[in-house]
């Protein structure tokens, strides 16, 4: 069978609300994330400089794990049929011991950013 667009995108257009569901319930823990931050940063900071430090480190470490975990939250809905905290549960259970891979894919495509960015741009 010749593939078409909607064969090929047409699971993802039917979960569209899923997807944006699941992104906004991403979105709310990543933000959450960084007003823990703020708060964790400026006190740590009013008692020592060095602790502040400290901190900012740990919750942007925390941050990029979070971020790293819920990579697979498109295919989860697409692929599977899981919607909202499930499907964010379901992503973080997958990338379960899979970080230094996800870090990699992620440096890749940046890569591949980069450099199609760059063959775009010359001229």
Request: proline share 2%.
């Amino acid at each position: 069978e010749t593939p078409t667009v909607w064969s090929s995108y047409g699971a993802v257009f039917r979960r569209t609300h899923s997807l944006i569901w699941a992104y906004l319930l991403a979105f709310l823990v990543w933000g959450g994330l960084g007003i823990v931050a703020v708060f964790a940063i400026g006190l740590t900071m009013a008692l020592h400089p060095i602790l502040g430090v400290l901190a900012a480190i740990a919750i942007v470490g925390v941050g990029i794990v979070a971020f790293l975990r819920f990579l697979l939250i498109t295919q989860v809905i697409v692929i599977e049929d899981v919607r909202g905290v499930a499907a964010l549960k379901r992503s973080w259970e997958l990338m379960r011991g899979n970080f230094w891979r996800a870090v990699l894919i992620f440096i890749f495509t940046i890569v591949v950013a980069i450099v199609l960015s760059l063959l775009l741009e010359a001229k």
